[in-house]
């Protein structure tokens, strides 16, 4: 069966069609239902979600600009390559902002959003034990989200939410390695212990940590898709 037929549709009454279209491929791309260098058919999609083309070519260009869709000749539409040089770039920016992050949580968080990190903490080790790769994904987003709304900071939050639909691939591809979830929980802990200490140093070195063993985590996994 072609990932085309398998990934999940979602449709709301009230958006246009253009963005419910957008919104269901994007999320297909992203949990990794519609794969890397997988071809758009454009009738297919529509005979799929029940709409014409136009809102297809509409939303296609819309994941193009976003750098999820490329379109090559002859073929049209594929969805774009997880590459280390995409990575790489996404990665770099997340980290610096996952550093300012902690430092500012650790002056600004509150008790209660400490209890939450804690629930979070265990969410997700409790996440990890269903095997389940979006459940986990979802709980890892869940418990960054506690730390970036602990800054106080809108700016950044907006920042980082706009980064967050990228990033969510590759983290995609990290949750992935089951190797590495046990590591994904320590270093969970470690972030948490350090921001109820109020200790910005170490906080600031274990989110670094957590972005770099996620970088070499991933790449293995591009070699290993690619065959290198």
Avoid at 107 to 114: C, D, K, M, V
């Amino acid at each position: 069966m072609s990932m085309n037929d398998s990934f999940q549709v979602n449709m709301d009454a009230f958006l246009p069609l253009r963005d419910v279209v957008f919104n269901n491929l994007r999320h297909a791309i992203l949990v990794g239902e519609l794969k890397p260098g997988e071809r758009l058919m454009e009738i297919h999609l529509a005979n799929k979600l029940g709409v014409s083309r136009t809102p297809i070519r509409e939303a296609i260009r819309m994941l193009e600009l976003e750098g999820l869709v490329i379109m090559t000749p002859r073929r049209g539409a594929e969805v774009a390559q997880i590459t280390e040089k995409s990575m790489n770039d996404v990665l770099e920016v997340r980290q610096a902002l996952d550093v300012l992050c902690v430092e500012l949580a650790c002056r600004r968080i509150t008790a209660e959003e400490l209890e939450d990190l804690k629930d979070a903490c265990e969410a997700f080790a409790a996440s990890v034990e269903t095997g389940d790769l979006r459940q986990i994904a979802e709980a890892d987003v869940a418990l960054h989200d506690i730390i970036i709304k602990a800054t106080g900071n809108p700016r950044l939050i907006q920042l980082v939410n706009n980064l967050s639909l990228q990033m969510y691939r590759y983290r995609f591809e990290y949750i992935k390695d089951s190797t590495q979830h046990e590591t994904l929980i320590r270093e969970h802990r470690v972030i948490y212990e350090s921001l109820v200490a109020g200790n910005a140093e170490t906080a600031a070195q274990a989110a670094k940590t957590h972005i770099d063993n996620q970088r070499n985590a991933i790449i293995r996994q591009i070699r290993l898709e690619q065959g290198k």
